[in-house]
Structure formats: C-alpha cells, structure tokens
C-alpha cells in the first residue's frame, strides 16, 4: 500500500529521477492551471487536484512538498493576467506565493493524515482542510472567497443547487471530496475501496437531488425587464461632449427598451464618477426619463463632495419620485478611497420585492443571505468587471441567488449581462460592448422567494469544518511511518 515512487538514488541516475519528478510536478499542474483561474473549466475540477493527491500519497515528504509546491505555483499561475489589473506586480507574487503555500498545507495534512492512519475516514482530509481555509477566507478577508474552486461549477445547475442546502462550503465539500477518493483509491488500493463507494453514493445524491429540485423549477413568466451596458467610463479627462454621447446613448436604449415591454430596464455600475451637481442633473434626466416611458430606471454612479467618494445605485421609479438610493458595501482595490455604506434597500417594483447591490457587494454570503431574510425576489445588481473575469463575477452573484432563493439581473460593463433564477439557471446573457453598447430584453421568473438552509446551514457547516480542521492538525503531528 502506498509505494514510493522516490527512493535513493546516486549519480546520473538521481538527477534522471529529479527530472522526472519535476515533470510529473508539472504534469500534476497543468489540469490545475485550467481550474484555479478566473474562467475554470468546470468538469476538470472534478479531477484536476488527483494528480497532485496522487503524487503526494507515492512520495517521500520532501519530495512530496516540492512537487505540490511546483504544481500550484503553476496552476496558480493562471491568475497572473488577472492580477496585475489589480495589484502591483511583487503583491501579485506574494499573494501566489501565499496561495501555493495554503495548497502545500492541504496537501501535506492529507498525506500525513492518511499515512498514519491508513484507515478510510482519512477520505474527509482534503475536502473538510478546503472549506474550512474557504471559510476562514470568506470571513476574514477583504476580497473574500473570490475565485474558490466550488464557483467553478455555477454552470452545472445539478451541482449547484447543493448551494442552496449548505452555500458555498456544501458545494466546495462535494467537489473536493471526488478527487480524494480516487486519490485514496489509486494510491492505496483495495482497503480504500468502501471510503471511495460511499463517496460515489453521496456525489450521486448530490446530482439527483439537484436535478430533481431544477426538474420542478417554472419557466419565467414575469414582466420584462431590460439590460444595458456601455463599456466606455464617463472620467475627469472625458471631453463633455464624449460624456453626452454616452449619457444620450444610455437614454436612447433606455427608451427603446421599455418601447419593448420593459418594466425596468438596469444599467451599470458607476458610468461616472461626478460632482453633487453634476449628479443632480444625472438625476433630474433619468426622474424625467422613468416618468415618460413608464419604466423603473436603476443606475450606477460616483459622487465626490467634501465628505469623500461613494459608489450608488439608484432606483427611479415611474412616477418621477426622488430615486431610491443604495451605497455599495464592499469595495474593489481600484476604489479602496471610497467610502463603504451599510444599509440595505428593498422596493416594490413591477410586483416584486427587489434588492439592490452593487457588483462586489454579491461576492459575499452574509450580504446576500441580508436580502434573502429581507423577503428580496430578485436583485438589481449593477456592476462593472475587468473582462477577464467577466465570468467569474456573474457565476458568483448566480450562486448568492440559490443560496437565498431569489432570481438575479446583473449588468456589468466589461463583463456579461445576465439575468438568473433562484435555481441558478442563466436564463439570457450577452457580453457586453463599448458605444453604442449592449442590451438584453428578458421575462423576470414570476415565482416567489424559494426557501433555503443555506442561510444557516452553509455557516454551520463551514465553521464546524475549521474546527474540524484544527482537530486534524493536531492528529497529523503524530509520527508518520517512513514510506
């Protein structure tokens, strides 16, 4: 059980096995360089940490250590692009060097726990180690869980509906806990067979009930709601007639999207950041506008007045009423000068309870579990990405709305416009566009707030998995027998 694929070796013959060791760290690697992005390709996550596992269960623990190391930093690699649009290069390094090192964690933990114990409960390593570092992350850190690998299979609606039991940690447990199996299976052999059955049975589950509760879902029904995003930014060094240009196109898709049947229409977050009169003129257009095309008007913008930079959405309704405003909560590192809001804003609109946040704002649990307990239908979210994660900003704020039951419009300047139900399925999407932009015209889901566990469940789990995890840590300072 558990040979080592390392041994001793002299002379030409061990720098020959160091090459291959590296090439197979490499190997080990490359699925994840597929995975750990921010476009993951779904299936492959499924089975891309299997080589890593493997490779750590046959080795030696100094080689075993290399080889996970190199295989991260190379999986990990994949976000560099990403990155550097937000953060210096020698942060870009640290936070990579950061991130193979929690990877080198996990993979040591599993391997010295399975060592000493070679028994088939050491199967729920790897998956409990994952969510509780995915918990600790989410709670602590001021860009969250971004880019966890349970994200990775928001387009796998079967799979995703586990979010709506136990959130992001029931997710992320189920799709760890596929390759340790296979690992265990692999590397150990036949002993190892009933731990990798009952995970089979359990994955099994997992997509029959999912795709049992999607099976029932209604097909949208509700009124029409309108998306638009331009891409190009209203800045200080904007010419004003290039801003008008914008503001006039805005409008002109704003009209002839209600001229389609739009109840509301949602544009993105921020075009511009303005003066207090600046914005007061903003305002004023779009009061006007919502009154003569009867439609409900939500709009992303920058105000700068002595107190500091806030980051809005407003809502104007039909009747020429002063808007509803929202402050975004959570801010991205571009905008890290901006003042944070802390209230929430609920409103009847079309004949649904809608909330409103603002693009980062969803990329946290207990923000979207706020409006879920709010009795929030659906959300308005405007929003404004960086192209290459265009994908993973609206898959995230997908899976908010299983989590809390509630369907989803997102309008995202560099990035997708997308509108998704409370089952997670993207019901119509396009990228966006610089001048004159994109639209999208699609039914809102006409189905209430579905109940969920997640709210509570998916915290309970994820912490009792950081307990867990630290049980395991004092386990695996145990002796480990020489492989």
Same mark, same amino acid.
């Given at each position: 059980m558990f040979p080592a694929l390392s041994a001793p070796t002299a002379g030409g013959t061990a720098l020959r096995q160091r090459l291959l060791q590296t090439a197979a760290a490499l190997a080990a690697g490359m699925p994840l360089y597929w995975v750990l992005g921010p476009q993951p390709i779904g299936w492959l996550a499924w089975c891309a940490p299997l080589p890593v596992l493997w490779l750590a269960l046959r080795s030696s623990r100094r080689d075993a250590a290399w080889m996970t190391f190199l295989a991260a930093l190379l999986g990990l690699s994949s976000n560099v692009a990403y990155f550097c649009l937000l953060m210096p290069l020698p942060t870009v390094l640290a936070v990579l060097l950061v991130k193979a090192l929690l990877w080198l964690l996990v993979v040591l933990v599993t391997r010295r726990l399975v060592l000493r114990y070679r028994t088939s409960w050491t199967v729920l390593a790897y998956p409990v180690l994952w969510v509780a570092i995915d918990t600790l992350m989410a709670a602590l850190l001021p860009d969250g869980n971004w880019g966890s690998l349970a994200y990775s299979q928001a387009d796998n609606v079967a799979v995703l509906q586990t979010a709506a039991l136990a959130g992001v940690p029931g997710m992320l447990f189920v799709l760890c806990l596929a390759p340790s199996a296979l690992a265990l299976l692999l590397a150990g052999g036949r002993a190892y067979a009933p731990a990798a059955g009952a995970s089979v049975l359990l994955l099994a589950a997992a997509f029959a009930a999912g795709a049992w509760r999607v099976h029932g879902a209604p097909p949208p029904g509700g009124p029409l709601a309108g998306l638009v995003a331009i891409d190009d930014f209203i *800045?200080?060094?904007?010419?004003?007639? /290039? $801003?008008? $240009?914008?503001?006039?196109?805005?409008? /002109?898709?704003?009209?002839?999207? $209600? *001229?389609?049947?739009?109840r509301l229409v949602l544009l993105p977050e921020k075009i511009a950041v303005m003066s207090p009169a600046q914005a007061d003129a903003v305002r004023q257009r779009f009061q006007a506008l919502? /009154? *003569?095309? *009867? $439609?409900?008007?939500?709009?992303g913008l920058g105000v700068q007045d002595a107190a500091g930079r806030r980051n809005l959405v407003w809502l104007f309704a039909p009747d020429g009423a002063a808007p509803v405003s929202y402050q975004k909560h959570h801010l991205a590192p571009p905008e890290r000068d901006f003042l944070a809001g802390s209230a929430y804003a609920v409103q009847p609109v079309a004949g649904q309870a809608m909330g409103m946040a603002i693009c980062k704002d969803m990329h946290f649990a207990p923000l979207g579990q706020a409006y879920g307990a709010a009795g929030a239908q659906t959300m308005l979210v405007p929003a404004w990405d960086f192209q290459l994660d265009a994908w993973m900003g609206a898959r995230m704020t997908v899976v908010r709305g299983v989590e809390n039951g509630y369907a989803v419009l997102r309008a995202a300047r560099e990035g997708v416009l997308t509108v998704s139900d409370a089952y997670g399925r993207v019901l119509a999407g396009r990228a966006s566009s610089a001048m004159p932009g994109s639209t999208l015209l699609a039914p809102l889901p006409a189905h209430p707030t579905i109940s969920t566990w997640a709210g509570w469940l998916g915290p309970l789990f994820g912490w009792l998995c950081v307990a867990l995890s630290a049980i395991l840590l004092c386990l695996g300072r145990r002796a480990v027998p020489a492989p």
């Open positions: *800045g200080p060094a904007t010419p004003p007639a /290039r $801003a008008q $240009a914008i503001w006039d196109q805005y409008a /002109r898709h704003v009209e002839a999207l $209600a *001229g389609q049947g739009a919502a /009154r *003569g095309t *009867g $439609a409900w008007i939500t709009l």
